[in-house]
């Protein structure tokens, strides 16, 4: 198969002018238009097209022939999932893990709701290989109080390995901080830490409640929603932006009315035009 990521030509790939010089030049642009089809009607991202595994799929099509057979949807959903799983496991994981017993592992927590509004607490591992996912728990029946979030996090150091894990981290929340010194009282070679992301959050949450503060980000945040929920407006004001965007305060992490507040500084040029355009 031709490598079309690196921006050649049909002309430069010699693959393409083989096939061209045999007459297959139709039977690749049908090819071609089919593949494209695909992302189209399932609304895929381009960049699909330069992911290896794309590129490895489509090979392991083509080399099998035309008696290949496609996976069923409940083999794409369970078998072949499983499967990927274990690999991850087995060959992946491995890899990580034989790092974690030289040099040691920090172990990360993150709580947030999916969708069905269920409580999901993930567990990622980080180490100087990098860091990678080892599971995610459905918390939504356990009450979190700070004995149950120690026996949750104590499960986790046990199935990792008590000799492997150096340090513990957690959110502020009480309940995490006494669980962290529970920890701490019955594995005295670990250390539990606040997450430093969290308490800055936190730290900027407590900055933003300051009057003269808490009016200037109310104040973006208005000027914001009404700009994103007026089409004509929102047009207008790319127009005078030049399709830059401004960036919309989150509901949950405070840094994001700081940015906004940013993003409004560096398009106050094109804001103020807009604001005093005919159109307006």
């Known amino acids: 198969m031709g490598d079309r990521s690196k921006g050649k030509t ?20 049908v090819v071609c238009k089919d593949i494209c089809r695909f992302l189209y009607a399932n609304a895929l991202p381009f960049n699909l097209v330069k992911s290896a595994y794309f590129k490895t799929m489509l090979e392991s099509v083509a080399s099998f022939g035309p008696s290949f057979k496609l996976p069923y949807y409940h083999e794409a959903m369970c078998t ?9 496991k087995m060959e992946l994981l491995e890899k990580y893990k034989a790092e974690w017993k030289k040099t040691g592992c920090t172990l ?33 029946r356990i009450i979190k109080n700070a004995y149950n979030l120690f026996l949750l ?5 046990e199935e990792i390995g008590e000799e492997n894990v150096v340090q513990v981290v957690t959110d502020s929340a009480l ?20 997450c430093a992301a969290h308490c800055l959050n936190l730290i900027l949450r407590d900055i933003g409640d300051i009057s003269i503060h808490k009016d200037t980000i109310c104040k973006a945040r208005k000027v914001t929603v009404y700009i994103y929920r007026h089409s004509w407006v929102l047009n207008l004001m790319r127009k005078h932006t030049k399709g830059r965007e401004l960036i919309r305060p989150g509901a949950t992490r405070f840094a994001t009315s700081y940015l906004t507040l940013n993003s409004l500084e560096e398009n106050k040029i094109g804001l103020r035009a807009m604001f005093g355009s005919e159109e307006w």
């Not at 072949?80 to 991850?88: Q, R």
Request: aromatic letters at 10%; glycine letters at 6%.
């Open 153 to 157: 996090l104590d499960s986790v150091i």
């Open 108 to 140: 990360m927590s993150d709580g947030w709701s999916d969708g069905k509004s269920r409580s999901i607490t993930k567990f990622l591992i980080n180490s100087h290989r990098g860091t990678v996912f080892l599971k995610s728990v459905d918390t939504s």
């Open 10 to 29: 049909k002309q430069d790939d010699p693959t393409w002018v083989h096939c061209v010089k045999v007459g297959d030049g139709k039977k690749i642009t």
């Open 175 to 194: 309940a995490y901080v006494k669980a962290g010194e529970m920890l701490m009282a019955k594995r005295n070679k670990l250390f539990w830490s606040l």
């Open 80 to 88: 072949f999932l499983k499967k990927e799983v274990e690999s991850i």
